[in-house]
Every structure is written in structure tokens, then in C-alpha cells.
């Protein structure tokens, strides 16, 4: 086959908190990708990563008291735990701070500014710092984030910027010549009608509001602005600009590149220019997929409901997850996700369709022949539909990919076959034959056909799941690992003779769907402890309470400090002491009318001069301002000098 390379990536996650169970969805998908094409024979790079510069991160580390490297590495490191998680098969991992990177980054501005694509001009406009996008008015929603919804602020800098008008006919010709560029075509449309066809506008490119970005080499005080960093990264990570660029000769330009709908006109607008001012390919494909959705909308940390990845893992394996996004998931469209309709999945063709066959053909084998597979004898007419349907399936499956990595096709397909083998489990009653002594032969037919089916789906479950795809050929007894290639189910029919079939546990568990639901909504409340814990942060414990000694005192004299209008010195008796007390309660209170109350006394305050005068502790109130203020008193009388507690 001719040049069988593939080139694949998802988009660099923002290091700036924990992914939830939506932000799983690229990658898996990629990883599913990436996984058929390895098996298809093809020499893949599968690359992903983390897009650790901007205002965000920046401030994000500030709150948190660290420096945005220090922020960021903590980010990576859970991120790559995730990866490692849901098994994802990545061959690199770029960080937008690793120095190469930056290095091609800075080469990259240098080059397009040299070649007169990037200008310097002013930028105003508003920003939403958490997407780290600016808007014009008109692109506001209700004033803030059409993204988002947050507050946005209104940004003036100095800023360079990418020609990008220089580049759009050649972007139109892209979108006419290739017609397969960016799937799905919805969102094609919804690019050429919103930003194409009314010509796209000069986009900013570096910044100088603050510092946590790649610094541009000509211009000190400018960082590139997170698009151009981060995009740059599917090259960089190949050695573009580098002295050892043979990956990215190997593999660029991409394959496909998988992102998700709320980065498409970065991807298929920007990108592809700065690529063409680079002189560069374009990528083949952009595939951009929808949102996993709650209750309909956009599952969001922000919004409290992001899933959390690591509860359905942990509590019902990973192939289960990865079988429900790949099967439910928002592959082009918006897709919701619930806990009735994954468990209800799960159950219904994990546990029964594919568990049940698994589990009833390795239960006849054993019973009946020992455990081993016996070679199958004669076809009957009952045979054909489940073998015809099996030599098709490995076809199937990879058009399916082949034709918009259409992973939910490629599933239906395998498990088209896992339900017919069950089909033809009832259609043949191999509990009858096994009665029969004469009818031996056509039972062992029976269950090879059954066995071979097995492997088949098993084999092509590879692509899509990590361990189920091994626990089958385990109960097969398939140890080798000939029997476990495309090459291998393209013709029904292998020698499965050494093969001694094992009864191992179920490959899935039936779930009891009350049970789990209530589970669940447990677990959402173990997750919001997080939450609670990041409020926590905000309050103070009781022993600082308790720190902070209150009294009651009572007022002995009060005169207006001169030259000042709200000052008062108040000499407060404390029972044992008589201390004053400057404050500011003259536009409510006159002097007169404060002698004889009794106040409120926060008595461990640092004494401070004020006008001159040593003020010994703080008299509480209330107040919207110095013109409307209610003095704290008690509604009984106590001695003065009496704790508040
Ligand atoms: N850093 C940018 C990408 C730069 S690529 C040069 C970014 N990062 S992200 O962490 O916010 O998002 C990573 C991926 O997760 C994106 O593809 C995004 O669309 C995807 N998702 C985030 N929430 C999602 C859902 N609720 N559902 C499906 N995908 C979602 O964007």
C-alpha cells in the first residue's frame, strides 16, 4: 500500500483544571482512530498534549499561590494520569512549555512578520479570560461571553496581527477543492456563513497585558497570544523548524485532526492560513464533534456539571466508558449523556449481547468437548447468514472509519454480529445436540462457528476497547497472537484446534439499575465535597473565630475630632479599663447622643494613631455607608466588659 503513514492528534488541553468525562471525549475518540489505523497497518503518530500559557493559567496560579509552571506541571501530571486511565495510546505528549516548542513558536512569528504577514497595531475590544477569546459588541451575549456567559472585560493593548485577509481566496479554494476538509458539513456551513463569506478579520496574535505566554523575540513585552502557540504545537511536536525534522517529513501534513466544536474556527480558518503564510500543507481532515451535554446543556465544570471520568471507571471499568462514548458519544452532533442511559448500555449490549454469548459458548465447550475447540464439520443452510455475516464485518468496520472515523457504525457492525451469533445460538439449540450422541459433529460445528464469531469481534473490538478485546481471546484459550490481527479475520474460518477454552469470570457485570442510579447521584455528592473544600478556603475555622476577643462596652464621653466629618474619640468604659476609641460614626451620631450606649468592642485590635490619637480596638456596626451606620448594642443590660461569645 502506498505510503502508509497516519497522522493524528487531538487538540492540547488547557492545563488550567480537572478534565471531566465531556473533555475525555477527543481523546478517546482519537485513541479509537489511532488504534484501527495501527491495525489497518498504517505507521501512526498519535499525538496529544497541554496548552499551558494564557491570563487564565496565570491567574489561576496566582490565586493559588505558585508560579504558572509550578501550576501547570501539577495540571499535567493529573492530565497524563487520565490519559493513562482510559488507556489512551498517544505516541507524544507536547507541552506548550516545553523550550523546543517555544523555540519554534518564536522562529514562526519571526518568519511571518519578516515576510510582512503580522503587523503592529492597537487592539480593543472585549476579553473573556477564562476562553481567553475577544468579542465585539455585537458578539456579546446579553454583555458578556457567547461562549461562556462570564463577565468579560474591555480590553485596549498594543497587539500584532496576522494578515489574514491576505489569505482568503485561498482559503474559499480550500473549502471549494476539498470538500472532505472539515467534517461534519453542518459546521462547514455554519463557518462559511458566519466568518468566510464576509471576509475573515485580521486576528490579534500577541499581547502585552501579561507575561505568562512565548515571548516574541523582536518586540520585548509582547507574548504570542494563545492561538498561534498553540496551534503551532501539531508541527512543532514533529521537529518543524528544528534540526532533526524527519518525523515531520514522515507525517505532515495530518491526517486527521480531531477537536471539538467550540475550537472549529480557530482550526479551520485560522490554522489553515497561518499554514498557508508558512508555505505548509494543509491537514487533510478537521473533524470537529459536538458536546457531550447534562440535561442540555454543555457538561462544564463551571457549571457543576462535569462528570467526574474516574467514578464510572473505577466502578465499571473502563471499556465501558469508552464503549458508551464511542457508541453515544457526540460524534458530530450534541449528545446527552445520563446515568440511565449509560447503565442501560452497559447492560444491554455489554452484559447481555456480547457477556452472554462470551459466557454461554465457553460454557458448551467446556461441557461438552472438554474445553477444546473441535474443528467444525459440514455447513448447513442455517450457517451461512452468521458466516456471511462475519467476513464482512472486518470490511465494514473499516469503511466505516475510512468514511468519517464513523466509530458508532463500526460498533453497530461488530455488534450486528455478536447479536446474530446469539441468534444462531436459538436457531441451532446446542443444549438439544448435546443430548444427542449422534449428533456430536454438528455440535461441534455449532460451537466453532460460535467460537470463531467470538474471535472475530474480538478482534475487531481491538480498535475500540482496551481489555474486554484480551479477556475474550483469554476464554478462547487464543494465545497467539496471529489469531489476534485484521489479516486474521478476513476470511472466516481460522484454525482455533489448540485453543482450550476457559471459564473465567463475566466480561460484564448485569448492573441493577436502581442500585447504580443511587450510586451515583452519591458519588456527584462525593464530588462537589471538592467544591466544598475550595469554599472552605474562603472561611475561617473557629479557632480563628475565637481569636478575635468582643465586648461590651459602655460609652463615658465623645467629642468630634476637629477638622475631620465623621471622626469621633470615644473614651468606652471596659469594666476593669477604660480605653478610647477612634471611629468613624460622626455623620450618623452625634457626640451627645453617643454617651450612655452600650457598644459591641473588637478588643485585640492592633492599637493605630489615628489624627494623632491612639486608637485602642474598633466599635462594631452596620452600614451601606458613613452616612448610614446602626451601632451594634445588646438588647439586655450587661456589665460593661462582658465577653461576647
Ligand atoms: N486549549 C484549547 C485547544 C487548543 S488546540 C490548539 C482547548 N482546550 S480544552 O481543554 O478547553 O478542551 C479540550 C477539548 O475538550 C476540546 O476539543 C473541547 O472541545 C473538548 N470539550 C470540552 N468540553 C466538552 C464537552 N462537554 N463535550 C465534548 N468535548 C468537550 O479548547
Request: proline letters at 3%; charged letters at 30%.
Given at each position: 500500500?502506498?505510503?502508509?503513514?497516519?497522522?493524528?492528534?487531538?487538540p492540547i488541553?488547557?492545563?488550567?483544571?480537572?478534565?471531566?468525562?465531556?473533555?475525555?471525549?477527543?481523546?478517546?475518540y482519537?485513541?479509537?482512530i489511532?488504534?484501527?489505523?495501527?491495525?489497518?497497518?498504517?505507521?501512526?503518530?498519535?499525538?496529544?498534549?497541554?496548552?499551558e500559557?494564557?491570563?487564565?493559567?496565570?491567574?489561576?496560579?496566582?490565586?493559588?499561590?505558585?508560579?504558572?509552571?509550578?501550576?501547570?506541571?501539577?495540571?499535567?501530571?493529573?492530565?497524563?494520569?487520565l490519559?493513562?486511565?482510559?488507556?489512551?495510546?498517544?505516541?507524544?505528549?507536547?507541552?506548550?512549555?516545553?523550550?523546543?516548542?517555544?523555540?519554534?513558536?518564536?522562529?514562526?512569528?519571526?518568519?511571518?512578520?519578516?515576510?510582512?504577514?503580522?503587523?503592529?497595531?492597537?487592539y480593543?475590544?472585549y476579553?473573556?479570560?477564562?476562553?481567553?477569546?475577544?468579542?465585539?459588541?455585537?458578539?456579546?451575549t446579553?454583555?458578556?461571553?457567547?461562549?461562556?456567559?462570564?463577565?468579560v472585560?474591555?480590553?485596549?493593548?498594543?497587539s500584532?496581527?496576522?494578515?489574514?485577509?491576505?489569505y482568503?481566496?485561498?482559503?474559499?479554494?480550500?473549502?471549494?477543492?476539498?470538500?472532505?476538509?472539515?467534517?461534519?458539513?453542518?459546521?462547514?456551513?455554519?463557518?462559511?456563513?458566519?466568518?468566510?463569506?464576509?471576509?475573515?478579520?485580521?486576528?490579534?496574535?500577541?499581547?502585552?497585558?501579561?507575561?505568562w505566554g512565548?515571548?516574541?523575540?523582536?518586540?520585548k513585552?509582547?507574548?504570542?497570544?494563545?492561538?498561534?502557540?498553540?496551534?503551532?504545537?501539531?508541527?512543532?511536536?514533529?521537529?518543524?523548524?528544528?534540526?532533526?525534522?524527519?518525523?515531520?517529513?514522515?507525517?505532515?501534513?495530518?491526517?486527521?485532526q480531531?477537536?471539538g466544536?467550540d475550537?472549529?474556527?480557530?482550526?479551520?480558518?485560522?490554522w489553515p492560513?497561518?499554514?498557508?503564510?508558512l508555505?505548509?500543507?494543509?491537514?487533510?481532515?478537521?473533524?470537529?464533534?459536538?458536546?457531550l451535554?447534562?440535561?442540555?446543556?454543555?457538561?462544564?465544570?463551571?457549571?457543576?456539571?462535569?462528570?467526574?471520568?474516574?467514578?464510572?471507571?473505577?466502578?465499571?471499568?473502563?471499556?465501558?466508558?469508552r464503549?458508551?462514548?464511542?457508541?453515544?458519544?457526540?460524534?458530530?452532533d450534541?449528545?446527552?449523556?445520563?446515568n440511565?442511559r449509560?447503565l442501560?448500555t452497559?447492560?444491554?449490549?455489554?452484559?447481555n449481547?456480547?457477556?452472554?454469548?462470551?459466557?454461554?459458548?465457553?460454557?458448551m465447550?467446556?461441557?461438552?468437548?472438554?474445553s477444546?475447540?473441535?474443528?467444525?464439520?459440514?455447513?448447513?443452510?442455517?450457517?451461512?447468514?452468521?458466516?456471511?455475516?462475519?467476513n464482512?464485518?472486518l470490511?465494514?468496520?473499516?469503511?466505516?472509519?475510512?468514511?468519517?472515523?464513523?466509530?458508532?457504525?463500526?460498533?453497530?457492525?461488530?455488534?450486528t454480529?455478536?447479536?446474530?451469533?446469539?441468534k444462531?445460538?436459538?436457531?441451532?439449540?446446542?443444549?438439544?445436540?448435546?443430548?444427542?450422541?449422534?449428533?456430536?459433529a454438528?455440535?461441534?460445528?455449532?460451537?466453532?462457528?460460535?467460537?470463531?464469531?467470538?474471535?472475530?469481534?474480538?478482534?475487531l473490538?481491538q480498535?475500540?476497547?482496551?481489555?474486554?478485546?484480551?479477556?475474550?481471546?483469554?476464554?478462547?484459550?487464543?494465545?497467539?497472537?496471529s489469531?489476534?490481527?485484521?489479516?486474521?479475520?478476513k476470511?472466516?474460518?481460522?484454525?482455533?484446534?489448540?485453543?482450550?477454552?476457559?471459564?473465567?469470570k463475566?466480561?460484564?457485570?448485569?448492573?441493577?439499575?436502581?442500585?447504580?442510579i443511587?450510586?451515583l447521584?452519591?458519588?456527584?455528592?462525593?464530588?462537589?465535597?471538592?467544591?466544598?473544600?475550595?469554599?472552605?478556603?474562603?472561611?475561617?475555622?473557629?479557632?480563628?473565630?475565637?481569636?478575635?476577643?468582643?465586648?461590651?462596652?459602655?460609652?463615658?464621653?465623645?467629642?468630634?475630632?476637629?477638622?475631620?466629618?465623621?471622626?469621633?474619640?470615644?473614651?468606652?468604659?471596659?469594666?476593669?479599663?477604660?480605653?478610647t476609641?477612634?471611629?468613624?460614626?460622626?455623620?450618623t451620631?452625634?457626640?451627645d447622643?453617643?454617651?450612655?450606649?452600650t457598644?459591641?468592642?473588637?478588643?485585640?485590635?492592633?492599637?493605630?494613631?489615628?489624627?494623632g490619637?491612639l486608637?485602642?480596638?474598633?466599635?462594631l456596626?452596620?452600614g451601606?455607608?458613613?452616612?448610614?451606620?446602626?451601632?451594634?448594642?445588646?438588647?439586655?443590660?450587661?456589665?460593661?466588659?462582658?465577653?461576647?461569645?
Amino acid at each position: 500500500m502506498e505510503n502508509k503513514k497516519f497522522y493524528v492528534t487531538t487538540p492540547i488541553y488547557y492545563a488550567s483544571g480537572n478534565l471531566h468525562l465531556g473533555h475525555t471525549y477527543s481523546t478517546v475518540y482519537a485513541d479509537a482512530i489511532a488504534r484501527v489505523k495501527r491495525m489497518q497497518g498504517y505507521d501512526v503518530f498519535f499525538l496529544t498534549g497541554s496548552d499551558e500559557h494564557g491570563q487564565k493559567i496565570e491567574r489561576n496560579a496566582e490565586k493559588a499561590g505558585v508560579s504558572p509552571k509550578q501550576f501547570t506541571d501539577k495540571i499535567v501530571e493529573k492530565m497524563k494520569d487520565l490519559w493513562t486511565l482510559m488507556d489512551i495510546s498517544y505516541d507524544k505528549f507536547i507541552r506548550t512549555t516545553d523550550e523546543d516548542h517555544k523555540e519554534v513558536v518564536q522562529k514562526i512569528f519571526t518568519q511571518l512578520y519578516e515576510q510582512g504577514d503580522i503587523y503592529k497595531s492597537k487592539y480593543e475590544g472585549y476579553y473573556c479570560v477564562p476562553c481567553e477569546s475577544f468579542f465585539t459588541e455585537a458578539q456579546l451575549t446579553e454583555g458578556k461571553c457567547s461562549d461562556c456567559g462570564r463577565e468579560v472585560e474591555w480590553t485596549t493593548e498594543e497587539s500584532y496581527f496576522f494578515k489574514s485577509s491576505k489569505y482568503q481566496k485561498q482559503l474559499e479554494k480550500l473549502y471549494k477543492n476539498n470538500p472532505e476538509f472539515l467534517v461534519p458539513e453542518s459546521r462547514k456551513n455554519e463557518m462559511l456563513n458566519s466568518f468566510i463569506k464576509e471576509g475573515v478579520k485580521d486576528v490579534c496574535v500577541s499581547r502585552t497585558s501579561f507575561t505568562w505566554g512565548v515571548p516574541i523575540t523582536f518586540d520585548k513585552g509582547h507574548v504570542s497570544y494563545v492561538w498561534v502557540d498553540a496551534l503551532s504545537n501539531y508541527i512543532s511536536a514533529l521537529g518543524y523548524k528544528k534540526d532533526d525534522d524527519t518525523l515531520f517529513e514522515k507525517f505532515w501534513p495530518a491526517d486527521i485532526q480531531f477537536i471539538g466544536r467550540d475550537i472549529t474556527r480557530f482550526h479551520v480558518i485560522i490554522w489553515p492560513m497561518l499554514l498557508m503564510a508558512l508555505g505548509l500543507p494543509m491537514p487533510k481532515q478537521i473533524h470537529s464533534h459536538g458536546f457531550l451535554t447534562q440535561k442540555g446543556e454543555r457538561m462544564a465544570k463551571s457549571k457543576g456539571t462535569g462528570f467526574d471520568p474516574y467514578v464510572l471507571v473505577n466502578r465499571y471499568g473502563l471499556d465501558a466508558v469508552r464503549y458508551y462514548l464511542l457508541k453515544e458519544g457526540p460524534r458530530l452532533d450534541d449528545a446527552g449523556y445520563s446515568n440511565e442511559r449509560f447503565l442501560n448500555t452497559v447492560n444491554a449490549d455489554l452484559a447481555n449481547d456480547l457477556g452472554n454469548l462470551v459466557s454461554r459458548t465457553t460454557k458448551m465447550v467446556i461441557n461438552s468437548f472438554d474445553s477444546v475447540i473441535q474443528a467444525p464439520d459440514k455447513k448447513e443452510k442455517i450457517d451461512k447468514e452468521l458466516l456471511n455475516i462475519a467476513n464482512e464485518t472486518l470490511k465494514k468496520v473499516s469503511t466505516a472509519i475510512d468514511n468519517n472515523s464513523n466509530t458508532q457504525k463500526a460498533l453497530n457492525d461488530i455488534f450486528t454480529l455478536i447479536r446474530r451469533a446469539n441468534k444462531y445460538i436459538d436457531e441451532t439449540e446446542p443444549w438439544l445436540l448435546a443430548k444427542d450422541e449422534s449428533k456430536k459433529a454438528r455440535l461441534a460445528t455449532v460451537l466453532y462457528n460460535l467460537c470463531e464469531s467470538i474471535r472475530i469481534a474480538g478482534v475487531l473490538l481491538q480498535g475500540f476497547l482496551t481489555k474486554t478485546p484480551e479477556k475474550i481471546f483469554t476464554a478462547l484459550g487464543i494465545t497467539d497472537d496471529s489469531l489476534k490481527t485484521y489479516e486474521s479475520v478476513k476470511k472466516f474460518g481460522a484454525d482455533l484446534s489448540d485453543c482450550k477454552v476457559e471459564k473465567g469470570k463475566n466480561l460484564f457485570n448485569r448492573l441493577k439499575l436502581e442500585d447504580e442510579i443511587k450510586f451515583l447521584a452519591l458519588e456527584v455528592k462525593e464530588e462537589k465535597k471538592e467544591e466544598i473544600s475550595k469554599m472552605e478556603e474562603k472561611f475561617i475555622t473557629f479557632d480563628d473565630f475565637l481569636k478575635v476577643e468582643m465586648k461590651s462596652g459602655k460609652v463615658l464621653t465623645c467629642e468630634k475630632i476637629e477638622n475631620t466629618d465623621k471622626l469621633l474619640k470615644i473614651l468606652v468604659d471596659m469594666g476593669d479599663h477604660k480605653r478610647t476609641i477612634v471611629s468613624g460614626l460622626a455623620l450618623t451620631y452625634s457626640a451627645d447622643e453617643m454617651v450612655g450606649k452600650t457598644v459591641v468592642v473588637v478588643t485585640n485590635l492592633a492599637p493605630r494613631k489615628m489624627r494623632g490619637i491612639l486608637s485602642e480596638g474598633m466599635i462594631l456596626a452596620v452600614g451601606e455607608d458613613d452616612a448610614n451606620v446602626g451601632l451594634l448594642t445588646l438588647d439586655k443590660d450587661f456589665p460593661a466588659g462582658t465577653l461576647v461569645e
